[in-house]
C-alpha cells in the first residue's frame, strides 16, 4: 500500500474523488519517490482472487455535523477477477442523494493486490483509478472483505465495507442449511433510522424459512435492545442462482419499526458457507455463515481472523470504518488480541490496538465483547459475523486466516508480531520495533544475546532483512526469531516492508507488511501483550503489582517496542546511550501521549510523560517515564487501561492496579447490567479519545 496522502474538499466528496486523482499522482510524480518505483505491492496472492464473485458495498460518502451519514451509495452485482490483478464489475449503484435513489448502472475495470498471506487490496469499484480510494482487507475461506481507510486526512471522506463471495447457485432441496447471519441497515440513506441485528436463517430445501429471530437495536427505537419475530418468510430460486426473500413484518412492528423485512436478494458462495444479501433499492446488507454443527468452543477460534467493519456510533462519535485482523488465543477466557486500521471521516487513518475476550456460546454465538460486539461464529469456526450494541451500529465480517507451511527457510507469512503487544500482522511495522518471526527452519539452533549487549546483525549464522537492511538480532530459533526494524526504514516513502531471513546460504519467503512511524507495544508481565503492564516504581524499581500498586501522582516507567527513530540517533542494536539520553522523535515533537482509563467507573485522565526514549545500557528497549494522574475519576481498587497515543497509532491493551494497597481489585462489574454499562464506558471513552487524536495529525 502506497500512503501518500492528498486532499478532497468537503462537501459532494464522491463528484470530486476523479478530479482530484490525477492532482494527487502529479504530486506523487513531483516529489519522485524514488523508494516507490523500487518497492511494489505484493501481488503473489492474486491467484486467490480468480473468478466471478458476488459482491455488496456500502459506502459513505457525506456526514453531518455529527459525523453520521447523509448520503450513502450502495452497490451490488457482479466482480469478475483474472487471477491476475485485474477485475471487471457490471452492477448497480443507488445512492440517497443522486436522482432520488433510483438505480444506475455501474460498470468499471479496476485492479487489485493480494499478498502471500492473503492480504491486499481492491481498487475501489466507485473510485476505481484512485489508489487512495483502494480497498484494503483479506481474501479466506475464499471471500474478500474489506474496507477504504487511506483516503482520509482532515478534508477526505469514504467510509464503508465490501464484501465478495464466489458465485454458487442456490439449488432447490439442497438448499435446507442454516446460516448465522448480520444485518446493518442504513434506511433512508442516512442514521435516523440506522438498525443492525444477527438472526438465524433455516431453509427448508422447499421455499421456506422457519421461524425467524432477530436480536438487535433500532435508532428509531427507545429500548436498547430489540427482539422481532418472523413467521411465514419465504424464497424463490432465480435463473442467475440467487433466491429472492420474502420477509413478512415481525410480529407488532411497522415498516418503519421492523429490523428486517421485504423483498431481498440473496446469493450463496460455491461452496455453500455463506451468504450475502441486500434490498435491490435499499442501503443495507447481511451477510451469513453457515451455522456451527457440531458444539462450539472458545479452542475453536483459535489463529488469526481477517476482519473489516463499518459502524455508526450515532450518538458519540459518528461513522467509522476499518480493516484489520484479530488474533485468538483460543483460551477459556476467549482472549484476543485486536488490531483495526482505523478511518474515522475527514482524517488520517491510524493502527488502533486492543485486547477483547469473546467467550463463544455452544451454537457458536457469543455475549457481548470487550469492545461492545456480539458475534456468531461459523461451522468450524471459519468465519464470523459481528453487530455492535448499545448504540453502535455496526456489521463485522471476519475470516479465518489459513494455516501456512513451507519448506527450507519458511516465515509464516501471517506469524509476524510485535514482539511486545503482539499486535497482528496487519498492524504497521515501526523503526526501531522489534518484531518477532515465526515458521520452520529460521535457524539451526538457539542464541540469543545477553542483556546490556549490543545486538549483532548476524546471529548464529542467521541474518533477518527488511527491504534488503540487515537487522539487529536478538536471538534466533528453529521456529522463532526477535529482530529490530532499522532505523534507516523511516526514509522509505512506500509505506512497503519486506521481511526476508537468511539462514547459512538459504533464503526465506518474502513477507510484505506495511509500515508507519510508530507501532507502541508496552511489555505485560505475563509476556503475552494483556493484562498487568511490566511496569516499575520510578522511586523504587520494583514492579507495579496488586500488591504494590500505582498511586496516583508517582511517576512509573513503562517498557515498550515501537516509538519509532531517536535523537540522538544511534546505530541499529546499539545499547541505548546514559549521557545524554537518546529520547524519542515522536516525544520531542509533541506526537506521543499516555492516558489512564478506568473502564469500571468511567473516568480517565492524561498522564505527564517526562521521559520517552531508548532505555540506558540496554538494546532494543524503549521506555515511558509518566507521572499517574490523581483525578478524573480513577478509581482507587480498580484496574486501569493504559492508552499509548502517537500521531499515527493508538494502542490501549494492558492495565495496571491503581490505589491502596490491599483494597478488593475489580477488573469488571459482576453483573449482566454492570458488565453491559462497563463495555458501554470503555467504548465511549475510546471513541471520545480517538477522534481527537485523529484530529491533530499532520503528515
Known amino acids: 500500500m502506497i500512503r501518500v496522502y492528498g486532499k478532497v474538499a468537503r462537501g459532494n466528496v464522491k463528484n470530486l474523488f476523479r478530479s482530484q486523482s490525477l492532482f494527487r499522482l502529479a504530486i506523487f510524480a513531483i516529489f519522485g519517490f524514488s523508494a516507490a518505483r523500487a518497492q511494489v505491492q505484493d501481488t503473489s496472492g492474486n491467484a486467490m482472487l480468480n473468478g466471478t464473485f458476488e459482491f455488496r458495498h456500502v459506502a459513505v460518502l457525506n456526514i453531518d455535523s455529527n459525523d453520521n451519514p447523509v448520503e450513502i451509495a450502495a452497490t451490488y452485482g457482479t466482480i469478475t477477477f483474472d487471477g491476475n490483478g485485474n477485475y471487471r464489475v457490471r452492477g448497480t449503484i443507488v445512492d440517497n442523494t443522486v436522482l432520488s435513489g433510483e438505480p444506475e448502472a455501474l460498470v468499471e475495470t479496476g485492479t487489485y493486490a493480494i499478498g502471500s498471506n492473503g492480504a491486499g487490496y481492491v481498487a475501489n469499484p466507485l473510485y476505481p483509478t484512485d489508489p487512495f480510494c483502494n480497498i484494503y482487507g483479506g481474501v479466506a475461506q475464499g471471500v474478500f472483505a474489506g474496507s477504504t481507510t487511506e483516503v482520509g486526512d482532515e478534508e477526505g471522506l469514504l467510509n464503508d465495507i465490501f464484501v465478495a463471495i464466489p458465485t454458487g447457485s442456490i439449488t432447490g432441496s439442497s438448499f435446507n442449511s442454516g446460516y448465522q447471519a448480520g444485518l446493518l441497515d442504513f434506511a433512508g440513506g442516512g442514521s435516523s433510522a440506522i438498525k443492525n441485528a444477527l438472526f438465524e436463517l433455516i431453509p427448508n430445501g422447499s421455499g421456506s424459512f422457519g421461524t425467524i429471530t432477530l436480536n438487535g437495536q433500532a435508532s428509531n427505537q427507545i429500548a436498547a435492545t430489540v427482539t422481532q419475530t418472523i413467521s411465514g418468510a419465504t424464497y424463490s430460486l432465480n435463473g442467475d442462482g440467487s433466491a429472492t426473500l420474502s ?83 483460543g483460551d477459556s477466557s476467549g482472549d484476543g488480541i485486536l488490531h483495526a486500521r482505523l478511518s474515522y471521516p475527514l482524517q488520517y487513518a491510524l493502527d488502533y490496538g486492543t485486547d477483547d475476550q469473546i467467550s463463544v456460546n455452544s451454537n457458536g454465538t457469543t455475549g457481548i465483547d470487550l469492545n461492545g460486539y456480539q458475534y456468531s461464529f461459523g461451522d468450524s469456526a471459519l468465519a464470523y459475523v459481528g453487530i455492535g450494541t448499545y448504540g453502535d451500529y455496526a456489521l463485522l465480517v471476519g475470516l479465518h486466516a489459513p494455516s501456512f507451511s513451507g519448506s527450507g527457510v519458511f516465515i509464516n507469512p501471517v506469524g509476524i508480531f510485535n514482539a511486545a503487544s503482539l499486535q497482528p500482522i496487519t498492524a504497521s511495522l515501526a523503526p ?75 533464503t526465506s519467503n518474502v513477507v510484505q507488511m506495511y509500515f508507519d512511524d510508530s507501532a507502541p507495544g508496552a511489555f505485560s508481565q505475563g509476556q503475552d501483550g494483556i493484562g498487568y503492564a511490566a511496569a516499575t516504581h520510578a522511586a523504587t524499581g520494583q514492579p507495579v503489582t496488586s500488591s504494590n500498586p500505582a498511586q496516583g501522582g508517582e511517576t512509573i516507567v513503562f517498557y515498550l517496542t515501537g516509538l519509532g527513530t531517536v535523537s540522538p540517533a544511534i546505530q541499529d542494536g546499539a545499547v541505548g546511550p546514559s549521557s545524554p539520553l537518546s529520547y524519542s522523535d515522536l516525544f520531542d515533537a509533541g506526537n506521543l501521549a499516555v492516558y489512564f482509563f478506568d473502564f469500571t467507573t468511567g473516568g480517565s485522565a492524561q498522564g505527564n ?14 521506555q515511558i517515564n509518566v507521572q499517574v494522574p490523581s483525578t478524573g475519576g480513577l478509581g482507587p481498587g480498580d484496574n486501569l487501561y493504559i492508552g499509548f497515543e502517537t500521531d499515527m497509532a493508538y494502542v490501549v491493551q494492558i492495565q495496571i492496579p491503581y490505589g491502596s494497597p490491599g483494597v478488593v481489585r475489580r477488573s469488571r462489574p459482576p453483573t449482566p447490567i454492570g458488565t453491559a454499562l462497563h463495555i458501554a464506558s470503555r467504548r465511549t471513552e475510546m471513541r471520545r479519545k480517538l477522534k481527537p487524536a485523529l484530529r491533530g495529525v499532520s503528515r
Not at 540469543?448 to 541474518?463: E, H, I, W
Open 247 to 329: 420477509v413478512p413484518l415481525p410480529s407488532k412492528t411497522t415498516s418503519t419499526t421492523a429490523l428486517f423485512t421485504g423483498s431481498k436478494t440473496m446469493f450463496q458462495s460455491a461452496d455453500g458457507n455463506f451468504i450475502l444479501g441486500w434490498t435491490s433499492g435499499g442501503y443495507d446488507i447481511f451477510f451469513g455463515v453457515k451455522a456451527i454443527t457440531t458444539v462450539a468452543t472458545n479452542a475453536m477460534t483459535e489463529g488469526l481472523y481477517f476482519n473489516a467493519a463499518i459502524e455508526d456510533s450515532t450518538e458519540v462519535s459518528g461513522v467509522d470504518s476499518y480493516y484489520g485482523s484479530i488474533n485468538n488465543s
Open 432 to 506: 526501531g520495533e522489534l518484531i518477532l518471526l515465526t515458521g520452520s527452519g529460521l535457524a539451526n539452533t538457539s542464541q540469543s544475546m545477553a542483556g546490556g549487549q549490543a545486538f549483532p546483525t548476524t546471529l548464529a549464522n542467521v541474518q533477518v532483512t527488511v527491504n534488503q537492511i540487515p537487522c539487529a538480532i536478538y536471538f534466533v530459533s528453529p521456529t522463532e526469531i526477535a529482530a529490530i526494524v532499522p532505523y534507516e526504514l523511516a526514509s522509505n516513502q512506500t509505506g512497503l516492508a519486506n521481511i526476508q531471513v537468511i539462514n547459512g546460504s538459504a
Open 609 to 622: 510523560v517526562a521521559y520517552a526514549g531508548l532505555v540506558p545500557t540496554l538494546a532494543g528497549l524503549y
